[in-house]
């Protein structure tokens, strides 16, 4: 595997380089030349840029932005990329920088990294080059050698403890410092607070121990009180489980009742199918009249049966709203009792506050008066009260702030924290979702190996799938047409067949035109009516010239007219005139027709007012022979004699001369109905009808295919895309995940760092309160003992007391007022809870009033349907007189189900009864429920024997005993026995506190003195090491003589500085400083060679090193550069022509159109001196 070297340097808009340009280099030596001015060290500034993130190296500029080229093209970015050749393989190291001008900061920019054109960070850039050895010491510019010629020699030492890592070790032992001092401080707060613990826990000893006896006596009345209420618990507890087992029978009752009610229900279904069949076949056997009286009663029945279902429906909502009502009410009940408690607990609290402020009053009016008592005693006196209430104001304004501060101070610590938890789980997180991360990726590259075959079926699958859901679609898109045009030929059957039912027709006419359209009989054309059509104003002349004949049915031959004949007497339809067009023969008016038809008045020959098909014309014929049309009666008359007359008005004249006329007939219309529309309809309905049955089959067969197609691509999908989904999904998420995480980190601690410079401020504050404070005390402590050796010991000792009795008296009413409170807000819920109940309630009672308002209604509506099917079946029993037997078992079916109703009632009122039994046992629980939870209360935790207990009187007088003595031990501070414990859990925690810090503070000493011991090794590895190397490279470089890295305090060396010693050879050994400037040089060149040595780079470049040394020494550094240029890369930029021949390649670097670097490659030394004056 070859070593790695710097393949490439891909410059745009860089400096001076103001186009793009690629410079490439080659393992060895490469020399850089060209003008001054031309850009040749905007090279090695470039590689700065790039590896900017770990060198401190200063790129000649004074912001980055100034990096982009400023030149006449106006241009807003720059981009340097380094192309690495690291073991066979490429690794594109790439930094940007984007101006992006804001309106309070015009040189904003925004940097962008990339590795191999992937967008990356800081600390990818940081691992790369880390893991790789590229540092700060792989570049020399132009100054370096100068600088540390002219550092000191405690900077010069410096750049031993960056190469040692010395700067570690310093945080360290600075971070270690930190803390030791931070645990001194700790200490010295902790011992002030142990002090104040341990005075305070003297004052609360008095304060416990009569809070204790108080507390005895409390229990002992407790105890008694439960005692007391032990049998009265016993006997609710009785009387409610009495209630309960009464609530128990009464639903179990119900519950039967219902079972019975449902039982009956099943049985009146049945009855009523049995009677609806019975009522079917006797409908069979009576005929159309029975039948259609069947469907009038059938129809009552069903309206009955409806409304009784109905009045079922809102009853069981009657019984519910009951349950409703019932529930709300003893809820509202319940909320009542609680508010009337709440109002007495409330007025007791507040009969209390009035209590405690009253004596509260009272002892501060006895303190006052001692306190002007003891202030008037004498001047001395006053002066020192008066004293006395500054300090002690001043103490506790100041006691108040460190409590605050004290509170503050937790709430930060809290904060840090939770800080350093969110911190930590953000670490973890941030590792789990990276591994994370890194499995699902390998997981997708699995899945993506093989896949290939499976993205085949799915394809397939999903075109099949798509294929199917089209034709679906279409098929559905068919269905929901041919629904609308099934309606629309329903509708239009039905009313050409209402019309036809207008027309009169004969039974015999309608059931052969019906065969007809139900393709029963073949051949049939249709009546003489159906099959012409004549204008308005002739209708009723040529309707009563048609006459009875207007039905003759007209068929293809004599064979299809003695079909229909047979048809007509096997089915007792009665008779009509069929006219078989293969035998009609047509004819010709008469003479005496012709000459009539000409007189005035003649409207026609009614024949030819009718139109029709020519092909009809016998059948029209024998209808109408030369029956003449004529306008009116009187023009009749005047032609009448041998000719058929018909006037417009419907009056008929005879060739006989006999007349016929008078009111309009009934009689069939021509055009009124279109029997052969009436055929084409329905068999179009039964065609679209077929249709339909056939597309809803394939319709059926087209789903099943379908949800196979899906079932197997779910099955496919679940083998790759779901996964991969998933997958990508969960790639997404954990990428997404770590971004936040990332952000959320630096806010963290950004957070912490904050509440940590918070924390330290108040601190610092707490520490000043506290010392003020202990003045304070001390001054109170002073002036009081000062007061009391003026003051009478009995005075001064009862204001001590009053004052805690104060104390412990407005803690008290604190008490009671937040109790106050907190009874009001829970008392106004519960008020706005009964309010929803009310309205609840009156919701629950408008809906039963509708309710019954329904079943009155329905009870109405089921009764006259009753009625009337009973009237309706009395009709039907006297005309079916024959088959009393039916009749009479269909008689006896409906009386059971008019029993089976009653029975149903019945059963629904005692199950309304039942509801009322246990809705009135149910409402006296609440009541018993709350006295026995009271009583449960008072004895809670405890267990008697009947036998046992003390006599009642007893155990009165006992109680009263036990008050008396309580009331003489108030007031109590009950808060001392928590404080007291509290007070005393502390100090046992800042003893150990105490102790911890100490061993804290222990470790830290030893800790920082082993970390000094480790710094200073670390120091001397590397010193040593770069030592040897500087004396060889020194004696190699300088062709003889020698030279040394000595320490000015070799024991500390940390205090002194690094010395460089060089003795020429010929010459004697002097300090860096008292050489000549060549030889300094070359002392320095060869300081530099040595740090790299240490810690080898695979590049370096070097920037004019050579600029100030003579020939010789020019060509022992370039002979130098030359040899190592056989194990690492160098790129030398130079203007001597030693250097330039010793280098394996020589680029050119000119300037173009006065402001443009370019690049020459692989020029030789001719080419150079054209280019550029050589030393």
Known sequence: MGRMYLKEVQLENFKSFGKKITVPFLPGFTAITGPNGAGKSNISDAILFVLGPRSPKIIRAGRLTDLIYNGKKSVDHCKVSLVFENGGEEVVLTRRIKRAPLPDNPDNYYSYFYINGRSSSLSDFVHFLSSNNVSANSIVQQGDVTAIVEMGDVPRRRILDDIAGISDFDRDIEKSEREREEVEKNLEYMAIILNEIKSQLGKLKKERDGAIQYKELRDRLQTARAMLSYKKRREVEKEIAEIQKQIQKYQQERQDLEQETKRLRDTYRQKQLDLQALEEKIAELGGEEVEELKEKIDHAREESI?????????????????????????????????????????????????????????????????????????????????????????????????????????????????????????????????????????????????????????????????????????????????????????????????????????????????????????????????????????????????????????????????????????????????????????????????????????????????????????????????????????????????????????????????????????????????????????????????????????????????????????????????????????????????????????????????????????????????????????????????????????????????????????????????????????????????????????????????????????????????????????????MLGKMKGLTKERDELYRESVDIENKIDTLATKMETHLDLVSRAQSRLPTLEQTLAELLMETEGLEFKDQKLPPVDDLKADIKSIEQKMEGLQPVNMRALEEYERQDERRKEFDQDIDRLKEQRKNLIHLVEEIKKKKTDAFMVVFEEVKQHFERIYTHLMEGGDAQLILENPEQPFDGGLIIKARPKGKRALRLNALSGGEKSMASLAFIFALQAYDPSPFYILDEVDMFLDGKNAERVATMVSQQSRRTQFIMISLRRITLNKADHIYGVTMQDGDVSTMIGNVNMEQVEQIVEVK
Not at 854 to 870: G, K, N, S, T, W
């Open 306 to 878: 409806k409304a009784k279902e109905k009045i079922n429906y809102y009853t069981r909502e009657l019984v519910e709203g009951k349950d409703q009502r019932k529930e709300l009410t003893g809820q509202r009940d319940r909320l009542a009792r609680e508010l009337a408690s709440y109002g007495k607990k409330i007025a007791g609290l507040e009969k209390e506050v009035e209590r405690l402020t009253g004596q509260l009053e009272e002892k501060q009016r006895e303190l006052e008066e001692l306190k002007e008592t003891v202030s008037h005693s004498d001047q001395r006196a006053m002066d020192i009260t008066r004293e006395l209430a500054k300090i002690k104001k001043q103490y506790e304004e100041e006691r108040a702030a460190l409590h605050e501060l004290e509170l503050k101070k937790d709430r930060l610590l809290q904060q840090m924290d939770a800080l350093a938890l969110a911190i930590s789980e953000l670490e973890e997180n941030r590792g789990t979702y990276e591994f994370e991360l890194k499995d699902v990726e390998w997981q997708i590259q699995e899945i993506g190996k093989q896949a290939k075959q499976q993205r085949h079926d799915k394809k397939r699958l999903e075109q099949e799938l798509f294929d199917r859901k089209k034709e679906e679609a279409e098929i559905a898109e068919a269905l929901q047409k041919m629904d609308r045009e099934v309606m629309q030929y329903q509708r239009e059957l039905a009313r050409l067949r209402a019309k036809e039912d207008a027309a009169s027709y004969t039974r015999a006419t309608r059931e052969i035109l019906k065969a007809r359209d139900e393709g029963a009989i073949k051949g049939i054309h249709g009546s003489i009516s159906e099959l012409g059509q004549v204008d308005e104003d002739h209708r009723m002349a040529l309707g009563v010239a048609a006459g009875s004949r207007a039905e003759a049915i007209v068929v293809d031959d004599d064979e299809v007219a003695a079909a229909c004949i047979s048809f007509l007497k096997k089915n007792d339809y009665g008779r009509t005139t069929f006219l078989p067009l293969n035998k009609m023969v047509g004819g010709k008016p008469r003479g005496k027709a012709l000459m009539t038809v000409k007189e005035k008045g003649a409207v026609g020959f009614a024949i030819d007012l009718v139109h029709f098909d020519p092909a009809y014309q016998p059948a029209f014929w024998y209808v109408f022979r030369d029956t003449i049309v004529m306008e009116n009666l009187q023009s009749a008359r005047a032609v009448m004699g041998g000719v058929r007359l018909v006037t417009l008005g419907g009056d008929i004249i005879e060739s006989t001369g006999a007349m016929v006329g008078g009111s309009a007939p009934r009689l069939s219309s021509f055009g009124d109905v279109d029997r052969r529309k009436v055929g084409e309809i329905g068999q179009k309905l039964r065609e679209v009808s077929h249709q339909q049955e056939v597309l809803s089959e394939k319709l059926l067969e087209v789903r099943e295919r379908l949800a196979a197609v899906e079932k197997e691509l779910r099955e496919c999908a679940r083998e790759e895309d779901d996964r991969v989904e998933r997958l990508e999904l969960r790639r997404k998420e954990f990428t997404g995940k770590l971004e936040v995480i990332t952000q959320e980190l630096a806010k963290k601690a950004a957070e912490r760092d904050q509440v940590e410079q918070k924390l330290a401020e108040v601190e610092k504050v707490m520490q000043e309160k506290n010392a003020l404070m202990q003045k304070l005390e001390k001054e109170r402590h002073a002036t009081e003992q000062g007061l009391k050796k003026i003051s009478k010991k009995e005075v001064m000792d009862r204001m001590d007391r009053l004052r805690e009795e104060i104390q412990a008296l407005k803690e008290q009413k604190r008490d009671l007022s937040s109790q106050i409170q907190t009874a009001g807000k829970e008392r106004d819920m519960v008020a706005e809870r009964q309010q929803e109940i009310e309205a609840g309630l009156a919701a629950i009672e408008r809906q039963q009033e509708d309710h019954q308002r329904e079943i009155r209604e329905l009870q109405e509506v089921h009764a006259q349907h009753r009625d009337q099917m009973e009237a309706l079946m009395e009709v039907e029993k006297k």
